[in-house]
């Protein structure tokens, strides 16, 4: 059965910074293009980051480029997310997702495994 677990959410003030995690089992992430995804209330779910299999190459959409670092541990099956400079826009549940294919893609659906989330507060 395959867990994605993510962790570290919690309650920051704007100009914060929070650092994500997502521990994997059931599945060995090193055979996986990893990534975050984000939904705050209202919202469609969007793509914060990806990262390719071996950590090589990092993906981000342009709002998100700067501020956003996503990384990868395959030894420990763990991928992170480093968020800073954080602003209440930044307010959501994250989630993490894997797919098989290593080609960087910012769709959702294309994604079959993903984690529950974890919330994320920033206040002004």
């Known amino acids: 059965q395959v867990q994605l677990i993510e962790s570290g959410g919690g309650v920051v003030q704007a100009g914060g910074s929070l650092r994500l995690s997502c521990v994997a089992s059931g599945l060995v992430i090193a055979n996986y293009h990893m990534a975050w995804f984000r939904q705050a209330p209202g919202k469609e779910r969007e793509v914060v980051a990806s990262i390719s299999r071996n950590g090589g190459s990092t993906y981000y959409p342009r709002s998100m480029k700067g501020r956003f670092i996503i990384s990868r541990d395959n030894a420990k099956n763990t991928v992170y997310l480093q968020m800073n400079s954080l602003t209440p826009d930044d307010t959501a549940v994250y989630y993490c997702?894997?797919?098989?294919?290593?080609?960087?893609?910012?769709?959702?659906?294309?994604?079959?495994?993903w984690g529950q989330g974890t919330q994320a507060t920033v206040s002004s």
């Open positions: 997702a894997a797919k098989e294919s290593n080609s960087p893609t910012y769709t959702a659906r294309q994604y079959p495994y």
